[in-house]
Nanobody
Framework: QLQLVESGGGSAQANGSVTLSCKMS????????MGWFRQALGKEREGVAA????????LYADGVKDRSRISRNKRANTMSLELSSLRPEETATYYC???????????????????WGQGTRVTVSS
């Protein structure tokens, strides 16, 4: 059974940055697309970024692509998301997830993700 554990959340100032990490248990990390999602209180979950198994393909939501970077470390079975120039409206619980394939950010909401982490909360204050 896949297990994902996020870390790195907490409080941040507006215009600051945060780095989130996600660790997958087991030995199948290198076959999955990995994605980051976030959900603010009272809002729908939205995709933030995704990365291919090799790391060669990175996908970003329009609202973050110029100030974020997704990466993965195959040896450590971890994936990270660096998000800078934070805005208060980005206060949310951030989740990582694993999928067989992600075709693009537009359809990421309909993509089946096999496993999800429990989430890590990011609070951005102005």
């Amino acid at each position: 059974q896949l297990q994902l554990v996020e870390s790195g959340g907490g409080s941040a100032q507006a215009n600051g940055s945060v780095t989130l990490s996600c660790k997958m248990s087991g030995d199948r990390f290198n076959i999955f697309w990995m994605g980051w999602f976030r959900q603010a209180l009272g809002k729908e979950r939205e995709g933030v970024a995704a990365i291919s198994p090799s790391g060669a393909s990175e996908l970003y939501a329009d609202g973050v692509k110029d100030r974020s970077r997704i990466s993965r470390n195959k040896r450590a079975n971890t994936m990270s998301l660096e998000l800078s120039s934070l805005r208060p409206e980005e206060t949310a619980t951030y989740y990582c997830a694993a999928a067989d394939y992600v075709g693009g950010m537009q359809g990421i909401g309909a993509t089946h993700f096999e496993a999800w982490g429990q989430g890590t909360r990011v609070t951005v204050s102005s």
